[in-house]
């Protein structure tokens, strides 16, 4: 069994966790994660400084407390798992240099982690051999609100190269990422931060054939995507309905409506990956795969199975960063020479 304890602190969540892997199986034995949703909430996003601090001030807390829920101490770690990009680089930089320190204090190897490599192993997380069965290959979208992202991957992630993002990679967003064209939307709406969760639990009393939204590229032959437009409309609709005096009253369709377009992109371009690459399971990741009306059309709309993680690895967790440690470290990546690994804001370094 190889034991890992990752760490996270890419953007707004500050987390650590054990995970164990063994006979082709990840077990999440503790997760400790603090949100900073309280410390953003008066700017209305994530403030960089604000969010770099505050992973100084909590990371040794979460770290003790995935030592507790584990029942492990540090040093019974076999591997040392750290986010080096993309995100924010003074975020990145708490850390990384943490997992430094500790993978020179207990003479570890150190596994520097791919952000959104974590996103597309997390539906293997806990999931003991309900996943082996999966039939291969799969389209992954990966859709958070920094990226939106279409993969093929042809194997079980213990076969995936360290290359996998670059490897696997088909399309993405040409402009917002969904989750960001959830936010932005709910920020004009007037919503509270974070915007997309209450934009998700907003639309669930509304219509979403109310108002009619931009789909660009709905139609189009490629793996891309575009959101551009959906803003600037949606604005265009909310000082609409405030001269009118109906925004409150028609909140929840505004919502309903919002979520549709985006969804609707969404699904459109899983259907022809699936088509194009024959698919045989299609799997969502990423913080937006928690949203409540993508995971329902996914589920019943799609020709292929779905597959999807629990909704606690569906936003920013260690987790997942613990599990592609586990995952290298057995087929033999054991980097002790880390000193010169560093941080990097895009995705590609």
């Known amino acids: 069994m190889i034991l890992s304890l990752g760490i996270e602190t890419s953007c707004d969540e500050c987390s650590a966790s054990f995970v164990s892997y063994d006979d082709h199986s990840l077990k999440v034995l503790g997760l400790a994660t603090y949100t900073q949703l309280e410390e953003h909430r008066p700017y209305g996003g994530v403030v960089p400084e604000i969010a770099s601090r505050n992973h100084l001030e909590q990371l040794p807390i979460v770290l003790e407390e995935a ?11 076999d591997v040392i798992s750290v986010t080096n990009r993309p995100g924010l680089v003074g975020a990145l930089l708490v850390g990384l240099s943490s997992a430094k320190a500790l993978a020179y204090s207990l003479n570890r190897p150190l596994i520097p982690v791919h952000h959104l490599e974590g996103h597309l192993v997390s539906p293997w997380l806990d999931a003991g051999q309900d996943l082996m069965g999966i039939e291969f290959p799969a389209i992954v979208l ?11 991957v042809s194997g079980q992630p213990v076969t995936w190269d360290k290359n996998i993002i670059e490897e696997s990679f088909l399309g993405s967003s040409r402009d917002d990422a969904a989750g ?18 209450e934009l998700d639990r907003r639309a669930r009393g509304g219509n979403g054939k109310s108002f009619i939204f931009p789909r660009p590229m709905l139609h189009s032959k490629t793996h891309e995507f575009s959101f551009s437009g959906l803003k600037t409309a949606v604005s265009l609709k909310v000082s609409e309905l405030k001269q009118a005096q109906l925004l409150e009253s028609r909140l929840s369709d505004l919502a309903a409506s919002v979520e549709a377009a985006i969804v ?29 009306l993508l995971r329902e059309r996914a589920a019943h709309e799609l020709s292929v199975p779905l597959i999807i993680p629990k909704l606690r690895y569906c936003t920013d967790n260690a987790a997942m960063i613990a599990a592609i440690g586990a995952l290298r470290h057995s087929k033999g990546e054991s980097l002790k020479d880390f000193y010169s690994i560093n941080a990097y804001s895009q995705a590609s370094a």
């Open 67 to 77: 030592c507790r829920q584990a029942g492990v101490a540090f040093a019974d770690a």
């Open 264 to 292: 609707d992109v969404l699904i459109s371009k899983l259907e022809f990956a699936i088509e194009e690459k024959g698919a045989q399971s299609v799997i969502v990741v990423g913080g937006v795969s928690a949203n409540t």
């Open 180 to 197: 960001e064209a959830f936010d932005k939307s709910a920020k004009l709406m007037g919503l509270p931060y974070p915007g997309g969760i």
């Open 142 to 152: 990966l859709a958070s609100g920094g990226h939106t992202q279409l993969h093929c």
